[in-house]
């Protein structure tokens, strides 16, 4: 089994590119804190190349920006390539597929995509200006739900 989840903040926004035949990819990295301190009290973190490809590729590149926080699904991917000095270079990676978009230095919609659905999900609806309201701007206050909306 090759499954992995994580949860961090992007360190640079994400690099979309294309493949010669027109497939978006988009690139970024996740710092991940451990869960724990080194020697000196300080947290350490992980940093983790994530590839994203077609309309997830575009999802991301255009929504996640550096200090965002996501939440990553996919599988670990190991490659290899020659550099310039003609060395053997091995990449780990993660290849997502499902990102959810969480709160974060440029706020949270708390949206993302699944590729099993084909689509967008949110928790919010879309304004005018094509993004996420939040359905929970008035926290705190009592919410009036008819017993008719209740599943059970």
Same mark, same amino acid.
């Given at each position: 089994?090759?499954?992995?989840?994580?949860?961090?903040?992007?360190?640079?926004?994400?690099?979309?590119?294309?493949?010669?035949?027109?497939?978006?990819?988009?690139?970024?990295?996740?710092?991940?804190?451990?869960?724990?301190?080194?020697?000196?009290?300080?947290?350490?973190?992980?940093?983790?190349?994530?590839?994203?490809?077609?309309?997830?590729?575009?999802?991301?590149?255009?929504?996640?920006?550096?200090?965002?926080? %996501?939440?990553?699904?996919?599988? !670990?991917?190991? /490659? @290899?390539?020659?550099?310039?000095? &003609?060395?053997?270079?091995?990449?780990? *990676?993660?290849? %997502?597929?499902?990102?959810?978009? !969480?709160?974060? /230095? @440029?706020?949270?919609?708390?949206? &993302?995509?699944?590729?099993?659905?084909? *689509?967008?999900?949110?928790?919010?609806?879309?304004?005018?200006?094509?993004?996420?309201?939040?359905?929970?701007?008035?926290?705190?206050?009592?919410?009036?739900?008819?017993?008719?909306?209740?599943?059970?």
């Amino acid at each position: 089994m090759n499954r992995v989840i994580l949860i961090g903040n992007l360190t640079r926004d994400p690099e979309l590119r294309y493949t010669p035949s027109g497939v978006a990819v988009t690139t970024f990295t996740l710092a991940i804190n451990r869960p724990f301190t080194n020697q000196t009290g300080e947290r350490e973190a992980d940093f983790i190349n994530v590839v994203a490809w077609r309309q997830l590729a575009d999802l991301c590149a255009n929504y996640l920006r550096k200090g965002r926080q %996501a939440a990553v699904e996919g599988r !670990l991917q190991t /490659r @290899s390539y020659d550099n310039k000095e &003609g060395r053997k270079v091995y990449v780990t *990676e993660v290849v %997502a597929e499902n990102v959810q978009f !969480l709160g974060g /230095r @440029s706020g949270g919609e708390g949206s &993302g995509y699944d590729p099993a659905f084909g *689509e967008s999900k949110s928790t919010g609806k879309r304004n005018d200006q094509g993004s996420f309201d939040d359905p929970f701007a008035d926290a705190g206050k009592p919410i009036n739900i008819s017993d008719d909306d209740l599943p059970f």
